[in-house]
């Protein structure tokens, strides 16, 4: 059988990614007043990549949520604690975050891993950030109605100085064209968004297939298994701000795919998680479901440490290398 693989810079968070290149993004922002999405280990956030500062206050931010709600905000609504201000709504609890800082620590090394020349410009020339995070802590909550809400106000906050917008949940951008905030008005808002990934190439050529029994491939998952107990004591030790992911394939009549779950639980035989991201080719499941992959099952693993660095990835090293060997070809 063959299964069908996608680069790891599309299922994974953005820690995945940028930890490999040693970096850390915005969300991980030293400044104390700058609030922390829920729930844990995810950022559900939009960001604007700006080519300079801007200034914030509550009446702008007020105004900004009553245009993209379509209601009426009022200021005292709005906590405001510069570079930060906090929104309590009808919608929901959500941040507005405006620093003068870029938002990656080492923008020029990222850009210089992406192919794409528009996109590596944006991160590379960006100046200055702001965000629409959510501060809920709904693990059940439809992230796509979130994503629209989040939509609504930030495309009320795009402007000249916008290089382009960034999720770092799914590890996606999109330049700041003529087509960006119709993407941003649709019902699903995060679809038009394109990976990231250092390839820099599009859904559709990112997606391959490699053989069950390739012997790079049973080598990576053998030595993950190896591992597997090295997993485990972390998840047992675990810190509230660490994010556990794990990796095995989920079957549809004759095809499968392998997919991420963000550990939610583990008990005796399985691994409960939340689905990363919409899978290629599987129909039956989307981003956010709750499945299950039996241990002896787990083919990968991955966990941060808290430190911007991550554990594990075998099969991870070996997808990428595919994935770049196919984009040279």
């Known amino acids: 059988m063959k299964t069908s693989l996608t680069p790891a810079s599309r299922h994974l968070p953005r820690f995945a990614l940028l930890s490999a290149f040693g970096l850390l993004s915005g969300a991980a922002f030293s400044a104390p007043d700058v609030p ?57 609890r959500y941040a507005i975050n405006s620093v003068d800082k870029p938002y990656f620590n080492d923008s ?43 939509s609504q ?49 599009t859904a559709a050529a990112d997606t391959f297939s490699i053989n069950d029994d390739d012997p790079q491939l049973l080598a990576a998952q053998a030595e993950a298994r190896k591992n597997w107990p090295e997993f485990m004591q972390a998840y047992l030790a675990r810190a509230k701000d660490q994010y556990f992911a794990v990796k095995g394939r989920i079957l549809e ?17 399985l691994v409960h998680g939340i689905l990363d991201s919409d899978p290629e080719t599987l129909k039956k499941v989307k981003r956010s479901a709750e499945l299950h992959i039996p241990i002896a099952d787990v083919d990968d693993w991955l966990y941060s440490t808290g430190k911007g660095e991550s554990h594990g990835g075998y099969t991870l090293r070996l997808f990428e290398t595919l994935a770049q060997s196919k984009t040279k070809n």
């Open 108 to 150: 020029s090394k990222l850009a210089d891993e992406v192919k794409d020349p528009a996109l590596a410009g944006a991160i590379r020339e960006h100046r200055a950030w702001m965000s629409v995070d959510w501060l809920g802590n709904d693990d059940k909550a439809d992230l796509r109605v979130i994503y629209q809400h989040i």
């Open 36 to 92: 922390v999405a829920t729930p844990p280990h995810r950022m559900i956030s939009l960001v604007l990549l700006l080519n300079e500062p801007r200034s914030l206050n509550t009446t702008t931010v007020a105004q900004a949520a009553s245009r993209g709600w379509d209601t009426q905000v009022p200021e005292s609504a709005v906590t405001a604690n510069p570079p930060s201000f906090v929104i309590k709504s009808a919608p929901g």
């Open 253 to 269: 009549g004759d095809s499968g795919e392998y997919v991420w779950l963000q550990v939610t639980s583990i008990d005796d035989k």
């Open 153 to 201: 106000v930030i495309v009320q906050l795009i402007g000249k100085d916008t290089l382009a917008i960034y999720n770092p949940d799914t590890d996606q951008f999109h330049i700041n064209d003529a087509t960006l905030i119709e993407h941003l008005n649709s019902p699903d808002p995060l679809q038009s968004l394109i990976p990231a990934g250092v390839a820099g190439t």
